[in-house]
Nanobody, 120 residues
């Protein structure tokens, strides 16, 4: 059974930090790019960061560039998203996703999401 288990969300004040984790099982994790997508209240899912299968390069949306850092540990089948200097607009449900094509346009597997709320 394929699983992507996102965790680490919570309630944090403006300027605070959170570290999200995405633990994968049931598929060849090392062959997939992994991305984090955010769904703000009333909005759609938007990719905010993703990392290639080797971990050597990553993409960040302009809205999080310089504040968020994505990393992965292929030995642990886990991807992390370190979120610093959080803003109210970072509030939303964060989903991790696996994409063999590495484009984040053809997601193969979705995780269940973890809620992040930044209070002002």
């Amino acid at each position: 059974e394929v699983q992507l288990q996102a965790s680490g969300g919570g309630l944090v004040p403006v300027g605070g930090s959170l570290r999200l984790s995405c633990a994968a099982s049931g598929f060849a994790f090392g062959d997939y790019a992994i991305g984090w997508h955010r769904q703000a209240p009333g909005g759609g899912r938007v990719v905010i960061s993703c990392i290639v299968k080797s971990g050597e390069s990553a993409y960040y949306a302009d809205s999080v560039e310089g504040r968020f850092t994505i990393s992965r540990d292929n030995a642990k089948n886990t991807v992390y998203l370190q979120m610093d200097s959080l803003k109210p607009e970072d509030t939303g449900v964060y989903y991790c996703a696996a994409d063999l094509s590495a484009t984040m346009r053809s997601i193969d597997y979705w995780g269940q999401g973890t809620q992040v709320t930044v209070s002002s």
